[in-house]
Structure formats: C-alpha cells, structure tokens
Nanobody, 125 residues
Framework: VQLQASGGGLVQSGGSLRLSCVASGRTFSNYNVGWFRQAVGKDREFVAVVSRRGVSGIYADSVKGRFTISRDSAKNTVYLQMNSLKPEDTAVYYC???????????????????WGQGTLVTVSS
C-alpha cells in the first residue's frame, strides 16, 4: 500500500490543522493506521492510531484531548484533526500502516511496514 500524507503548514499557537493520509494500492480498511511525528533533533514518536475497525483511537498522552484520529474507508483516507496546537507540536508528521499489528504494539513504529513521506507542521508562539 502507498501512503500520501498532506495537510501540514504554519499555524499560530492555539490554532488547528487537519492532516490527511490517503492510501492507494490495497484495501485500506484492512490496515491499522498510525500517525507519528519527529521534531528536529528528536526521535520519531507515536501520536495516534486507529484500528482497522476504526471504532476508536489511541493517543499519546501529549495530544490526548486535542487531537482526533478518524478514517473514511470510502475515501481510503485517515485524518488527524489537531486542535489547540502548541509550539511543541512542531514536527514532521508521518502516517504509517500495517495489517497485522496487535493492540499492544500499536505505539511501536518498527511494527509498521508502510510509511508516507511526511508533512511538516509548524506552530508559532
């Protein structure tokens, strides 16, 4: 499956952005889809994941209550709605997908086989 992330940009602190991850090549609804981010000088970290069933999302503590992950299977797209953005949310955001991750490994980037190219989010103070 090929992933294309988009929607990044420059926003002021407190603002909102919606990232999109569009998939092509295979049936996207068979995949668990996660968002990760990497700030300059830091390791890539887990942000959120939505399971194949898309019932609910799992979030990093740092974004819980501010970010919402969702999926539209008809459009082969997963969204990350980001509200109340903070300067520390500045990073390149990547979407990733895998069909076979178990629940306990959702936050582990090495478990994902497919990655998008990343989209830059910059939050100014």
């Amino acid at each position: 499956v090929q992933l294309q992330a988009s929607g990044g940009g420059l926003v002021q602190s407190g603002g909102s952005l919606r990232l999109s991850c569009v998939a092509s090549g295979r049936t996207f609804s068979n995949y668990n889809v996660g968002w990760f981010r990497q700030a300059v000088g830091k390791d890539r970290e887990f942000v959120a994941v939505v399971s194949r069933r898309g019932v609910s999302g799992i979030y990093a503590d740092s974004v819980k209550g501010r970010f919402t992950i969702s999926r539209d299977s008809a459009k082969n797209t997963v969204y990350l709605q980001m509200n109340s953005l903070k300067p520390e949310d500045t990073a390149v955001y990547y979407c990733a997908a895998d069909a076979n991750i178990i629940y306990s490994s959702f936050r582990t980037e090495s478990e994902y086989d497919y990655w998008g190219q990343g989209t830059l989010v910059t939050v100014s103070s």
